[in-house]
């Protein structure tokens, strides 16, 4: 069974109401994604901004409510209070930007201790202070730093108090929204080996949010790619990242800038994504597919099974598990 | 080729609240005509305030230059008035930002932001200026060009902006273009799109451009040198397939340690250890040694000179010194 299973979310803002406060305009950030997450196990999901990713980690979590769709935590339904309950303690999220998602206010001491206090899981000042300091040496910081506040510290510092926090009531899944993305190359390292040490020591299961397929690719045992809200492929790490069959996956690992001086770039992706607000119909990826053929422009593609543990939303993705 | 600019020994230094602030050391570096040339760093190492000082944009009360020349075209450029230096700005060498949403003025049309450079430097008149403005936004790649002119930037997307910035840069073809970061705040094929252009006008215009990225994939697919800059110091130079395939600094080889390998998706990155340090604390000798693995003794007390380990590669490392086994080091 799966720890966390999302089935056909959907989430729509309304942007424009009348004067009834009836909605006139709404967008699509996600549209009818399903996905699911293993004890244990690490899903990418990648995408370029506006594609819905961090919305779909949000919604699951409840920071947006749902417009539809059901998430079942453990095999119930998250709608259910004691699930719920129980399923926003044991996920946790850490966020991109390191210097927005901490309280400046706040000593890191009070910031990790946060949950514990909210679930009154201290039994007294002495115990906290030594879970906090617990926490912090997980994340390889000294214990002098729960005194202090987050400016005193580095981007990839404040990564690790935020990592501490999410920690802090023994969590089972962290969904990472961009957790390296504004950090220097040599520090996103350290937090990926540090993530992945956690994960080994307390077998998280992560979902992790990134636009860097490469390194994805190197953290994840499956990859989701979203594109104009909709998960257009979902396939094991290796197999997506080798031999991509949606033409958005290709064209997005064909645009990867390799660190290979010898390496020739394939073609370029022509055009931009359309507005969210009107999405093409048909497939939302056909006026910038290179593939396009009548049937693109009129009939929206289904996710599809292609063996092996790999689905693609496009009518000619070719079947098969070769690699 | 001819040596177009020529930086020696730069070393910059900022006055702040705090105390002065070392921004770069010694930095030496030299753009041939119509090549492109790559700066690679962290943030904080001195990359971009390198490319700011050749164009004068910082701001004059503060900064300190303690050392150094500045070279362009043959001529020393430091003693400059601010009016000549205005002839070469635009005209001569323009920059790319890295933010196109803070770097196009928001209450100015894009066209009345490229034509500035138009009127003031080839003295067209405005009718003139805008048909040119309209030419550059077509060579960017800016569909239905003479609608975009009217617009302001908050109607363009990212990748958008970021053409339009590149057209005001090329405004007066200029000889030389810094582009700083200027694929960072753009999406993965966006990013592709823009590099694509500058590499075709690079090569269209024979003009040499300065690519100033953290970016290894981007420094690696566009530019046929590269400096590696670390805490404000150039720490190794050279042809880009030296750089990549055979580099001679452990700060170049744990950047290049950073990446993760598509093929071995398994193997731990090993990376560097520690943070980059603070640029009021310098530390004394090589500025990497409380990162190195491989510091010895040395590396602590003195400044390591540049060793040649090839043709136009060179490095700033003790490990390299030719008499290391002598001398009992470690």
Not at chain 1, 1 to 18: E, S
Not at chain 2, 208 to 229: D, E, F, K, P
Request: glycine share 8%; aromatic share 6%.
């Amino acid at each position: 069974m799966a720890l966390i299973d999302m089935q056909h979310v959907t989430k729509t803002f309304v942007v424009d109401r009348d004067w009834l406060g009836r909605p006139v305009r709404q967008l699509t950030a996600v549209h009818d994604v399903s996905l699911s997450l293993a004890a244990g196990e690490t899903v990418g999901l990648v995408g370029e901004s506006g594609c819905g990713k961090s919305t779909l980690a949000r919604t699951v979590l409840g920071l947006y409510p749902k417009t539809s769709g059901t998430i079942l935590y453990k095999g119930k339904s998250v709608d259910d209070e004691a699930t719920g309950r129980a399923f926003r303690r044991h996920v946790q999220m850490i966020f991109q930007d390191p210097y927005a998602s901490l309280d400046p206010r706040m000593t890191v001491e009070d910031i990790v201790a946060e949950p514990l206090r909210n679930y009154h899981l201290e039994r007294d000042k002495a115990d906290l202070r030594c879970r906090v300091t617990a926490l912090l040496e997980e994340v390889d910081m000294p214990a002098e730093a729960a005194q202090r506040y987050p400016h005193e510290f580095s981007g990839g510092q404040r990564q690790r108090i935020g990592i501490a926090r999410a920690l802090a009531l023994s969590p089972e899944c962290i969904f990472c929204d961009e957790p390296i993305s504004a950090l220097d190359v040599s520090v996103q390292v350290q937090i990926v080996n540090m993530l992945q040490r956690l994960q080994h020591e307390r077998g998280l299961s992560y979902l992790f949010i990134a636009h860097d397929l490469a390194m994805v690719h190197h953290l994840s045992q499956r990859i989701g790619v979203m594109y104009l809200g909709r998960l257009v492929e979902l396939g094991p790490s290796d197999a997506l990242y080798h031999d991509p069959r949606h033409p958005y996956t290709q064209a997005l690992i064909a645009a990867i800038p390799r660190p290979d001086p010898h390496y020739r770039r394939h073609d370029v992706l022509a055009g931009e994504v359309p507005s969210p607000l009107a999405p093409p119909p048909g497939c939302v990826f056909h006026p910038r597919c290179p593939y396009t053929q009548e049937r693109c422009r009129k009939e929206v593609p289904l996710l599809r099974d292609l063996g092996g543990g790999r689905l693609a939303a496009c009518h000619f993705a070719k079947r098969g598990d070769a690699v | 080729m001819a040596t177009l600019l020529d930086v020696q020994n730069l070393s910059i230094s900022f006055r702040t609240y705090r105390g002065i602030l070392a921004a770069t050391h010694d930095v030496t570096l030299h753009v041939d005509a119509g090549e492109t040339v790559g700066i690679v760093g962290e943030s904080g190492c001195g990359k971009s305030v390198t490319a700011h000082a050749v164009m004068r944009l910082l701001p004059a009360a503060t900064t300190i230059y303690s050392s150094g020349t500045i070279t362009w075209d043959g001529e020393a450029i430091q003693g400059y008035t601010e009016k000549e230096m205005n002839h070469l700005r635009g005209r001569e060498m323009a920059m790319v930002f890295q933010d196109p949403m803070t770097a196009l003025n928001p209450v100015l049309s894009i066209g009345s932001q490229i034509r500035e450079g138009l009127t003031l430097h080839q003295h067209l008149s405005r009718s003139d200026a805008d048909q040119e403005a309209a030419a550059l936004l077509r060579e960017v790649g800016i569909t239905s060009p003479e609608r975009r002119l009217h617009q302001y930037p908050h109607e363009l997307s990212g990748g958008m902006r970021q053409r339009c910035l590149i057209a005001m840069a090329l405004a007066c073809s200029p000889r030389l273009l810094f582009a700083d970061e200027p694929t960072t705040a753009l999406d993965v094929t966006t990013e592709a799109q823009v590099l694509q252009l500058l590499r075709s006008l690079q090569a269209e215009r024979q003009m040499a451009v300065v690519l100033i990225s953290h970016n290894l994939g981007v420094i690696a697919q566009m530019c046929r040198r590269v400096y590696v800059m670390y805490a404000g110091c150039v720490v190794e130079e050279g042809p880009v397939e030296a750089i990549f395939d055979e580099p001679a600094h452990p700060y170049t080889q744990g950047l290049l340690a950073s990446l993760p390998d598509p093929a071995h998706k398994d193997k731990i990155l090993t990376g560097i250890a520690g943070q980059a340090p603070d640029l009021f604390h310098m530390p004394t000798g090589c500025r990497f040694y409380p990162r190195c693995r491989q510091a010895m003794q040395i590396c602590k007390r003195q400044v390591p000179p540049y060793y040649t380990t090839g043709t136009g590669h060179r490095a700033a490392c003790w490990l390299l010194c030719p008499e290391r086994e002598e001398c009992a080091w470690h």
